[in-house]
């Protein structure tokens, strides 16, 4: 497996939750960190104290632009790119019944689009290092939570396009894989609108004995997962779940 120490990896949505995770996990094993994000007191709060090794760009990963500034800024702060971790999505919710075009379509411009730009335009730099490409999908694919079909429909493509990456990038030795978390606690759904805090820490203690292992998960276990993911040379194409057991439907008789 290839050593952590001196990588250049790119986390999109690295303000907070998974991705500030993520990329604590990285420096803390050597490596030089590149966060974005929209929220510029959040992604700079994180970077600074991280330190040194990771450097925070402010940008929205559904603008070409942004998205080209924080590849370039990848690039000049770790002299490379070794692993990109397309993290940034939103969480979007709507009854099948009460659908708008035009939040579906931000759902997919959000969670699916920007992720397939940043990763193509990361190809270049990413055959010279052999490296890898990790989406973030979701046990939505797994579980059916009515209400949720925007964002697990996104998920679900988030999967299928892990499998076709890694299928046509093989041959330039980049790997793309795809991590499946199940219940962690973190800002989408506060970010989103969607509920309190106090209501979102009830949604997570409830579904908690629906996990095999009968807690939810931490940032820092999926982050492990992305890092095993980042290093290992011969995984490719899979969809990894790291989610206690939640998607094995555990039956209540």
């Known amino acids: 497996m290839r050593e952590v120490k001196d990588m250049s990896v790119l986390i999109t949505g690295g303000g907070s939750g998974i991705g500030e995770g993520t ?8 490596a030089k960190v590149t966060i974005s994000g929209r929220r510029r007191d959040k992604i700079e709060a994180v970077a600074a104290s991280i330190g040194p090794a990771c450097k925070a760009v402010v940008g929205d990963v559904t603008v070409q632009a942004d998205r080209l500034a924080m590849l370039e800024a990848a690039v000049a702060h770790g002299g490379k790119l070794d692993v990109l971790v397309n993290n940034a999505a939103n969480m979007y919710r709507q009854a099948i019944a009460e659908y708008t075009e035009q939040v579906l379509q931000e759902a997919f411009n959000t969670n699916v689009i920007s992720g397939m730009m940043l990763s193509s335009m990361a190809v270049p730099h990413l055959e010279k290092t052999q490296g890898a490409i990790i989406f973030l999908g979701s046990i939505h694919n797994r579980r059916a939570y009515p209400g949720a079909s925007p964002y697990a429909t996104t998920k679900a493509a988030v999967e299928g396009l892990s499998r076709v990456m890694a299928a046509e990038l093989g041959r330039r030795q980049i790997r793309v894989a795809c991590v499946l978390p199940g219940a962690v606690s973190t ?22 004995p629906d996990h095999a292992l009968a ?38 008789f």
């Open 187 to 208: 800002e989408i759904n506060l970010r989103a609108g969607l509920f309190t805090a106090e209501q979102a820490d009830a949604r997570y203690a409830a579904i908690a």
């Open 215 to 252: 807690r939810i998960g931490t940032v820092a276990e999926v982050a492990e997962a992305i890092e095993y993911l980042a290093r290992a040379e011969w995984v490719t194409g899979v969809a990894l779940e790291v989610d206690g057991g939640l998607g094995l439907g555990v039956s209540k």
């Open 23 to 30: 990329a604590r996990l990285f420096a803390a094993r050597g």
